[in-house]
C-alpha cells in the first residue's frame, strides 16, 4: 500500500509563504519528503490490516496538515521586513508550530509502537516459539563453534573463556526466568555437540548443567507466587502495592506528585508503567529494602 501527500501541496507552499523566498520550491520538498516518511511508516506495518493502515494514514494527514496550517501563521524577518515585525504574536505562532510538529512525530512513534505490538501479539505462540529458539539456537551454535574452532587450533584469536560464558549467561538468564523448554533444548544441543568433539564445549562439572534444575525452580516459585494476593501499604496521597503475581513493587499516586518526588522515585530504580498507572520495579529482597527502608524511611503509613 502506497500513498501521498498531494492534497496538501498548496496548504504546504502557503506554509512557506512568510518565510522562504522560494515558498513553492520548499512546499514541493516537503510533500516528498513526508510522503515518503509516510510511506516508509506504511512499510513498518506492512503486515497490519488494511483498516489499520487506513487509520494510520489518516491520522497522518490529520496531524500533518495541522502541522503545516500552524507553519503557515509563521513569519521571518528576512522575509516580510523588519518594519512593524510582530514578534510576540511571530513567537507564540512558532510555539504553536511546534507544538503540531512535535503532535505529528509523538502520533508516529506511537502509532507504529502500537500496531506493531498488535501484530506481534496476535501471532501463534508456536510460531512465536519457534522464532525464539531459532533465534537462540544459532546464537549458541555461533559460540560453541568458535569454541570448537580454538580448540582445534583452526583459529585461536578469540579467548576460549568468553565464548564459553557467552552460551553459560544466555542459558542462565533464561533459567532465571524460568524458561524450562528452552533450557531444556539448549542442554541437548550442547550435550550433542560434546559428544561430537573430542573436547567438550562446556565440562561436565560446570554450573551449566544445572540450570534446568533452577529453571523449573523458578517456574515452580512463579506459581507459587501468582497465587497469593497482593499486599497494599497505604500512605498518605499514594500506596505501595506488593503485587506477586507480576512480581512488581507499585507506588500509585492518588494525585500526580511534584516534580522532587518523581525525581526522587526515579532515582530508587522505579520506572513508569503508563499501562498499571504507577510508579514500578521488579520484585527483589533489594527492591524491598531500597523502597521501604531507603525511599520511605521517613514517611508515616496512613492511620
Not at 514541493?28 to 516508509?40: D, G, V
Request: aromatic residues 10%.
Amino acid at each position: 500500500m502506497t500513498t501521498d501527500l498531494k492534497q496538501y501541496e498548496q496548504q504546504a507552499k502557503n506554509a512557506f509563504n512568510w518565510t522562504s523566498f522560494d515558498p513553492e520550491k520548499r512546499g514541493k520538498r516537503m510533500i516528498e519528503e513526508y510522503t515518503e516518511e509516510l510511506n516508509n511508516d506504511l512499510e513498518k506495518i506492512k503486515a497490519a490490516t488494511d483498516e489499520q493502515k487506513q487509520r494510520y494514514i489518516e491520522g497522518f494527514k490529520s496531524k500533518f496538515s495541522n502541522w503545516i496550517s500552524a507553519k503557515s501563521r509563521c513569519a521571518s524577518s528576512m522575509i516580510t521586513g523588519s518594519a512593524n515585525f510582530p514578534v510576540e504574536k511571530n513567537r507564540r505562532a512558532n510555539e504553536m508550530e511546534m507544538r503540531r510538529d512535535e503532535e505529528l512525530e509523538e502520533f508516529r512513534s506511537k502509532a507504529v509502537k502500537s500496531i506493531l505490538k498488535g501484530i506481534e501479539n496476535s501471532r501463534p505462540q508456536s510460531e512465536k516459539d519457534a522464532e525464539e529458539w531459532e533465534r537462540l539456537e544459532n546464537g549458541l551454535l555461533s559460540s560453541a563453534a568458535t569454541v570448537v574452532n580454538y580448540d582445534l587450533g583452526i583459529d585461536q584469536r578469540y579467548t576460549r573463556a568468553l565464548f564459553v560464558n557467552s552460551i553459560v549467561k544466555r542459558v542462565e538468564t533464561l533459567a532465571n526466568n524460568g524458561r524450562v523448554d528452552l533450557v531444556e533444548r539448549s542442554l541437548n544441543l550442547i550435550t550433542k555437540l560434546n559428544e561430537q568433539n573430542k573436547k567438550p564445549i562446556i565440562s561436565e562439572k560446570h554450573k551449566f548443567w544445572g540450570f534446568l534444575d533452577l529453571a523449573k525452580q523458578k517456574t515452580a516459585r512463579a506459581e507459587e507466587l501468582s497465587n497469593t494476593e497482593d499486599k497494599i501499604y497505604n500512605y498518605e496521597g499514594f500506596n505501595v502495592v506488593i503485587c506477586y503475581k507480576d512480581e512488581r513493587i507499585r507506588i500509585i499516586h492518588d494525585e500526580k506528585p511534584e516534580r522532587s518526588v518523581i525525581d526522587n522515585i526515579k532515582k530508587h530504580g522505579f520506572n513508569w508503567s503508563p499501562f498499571n498507572k504507577a510508579w514500578q520495579r521488579k520484585l527483589t529482597s533489594n527492591a524491598m529494602y531500597v523502597t521501604f527502608k531507603l525511599l520511605l524511611k521517613d514517611t508515616p503509613l496512613k492511620s
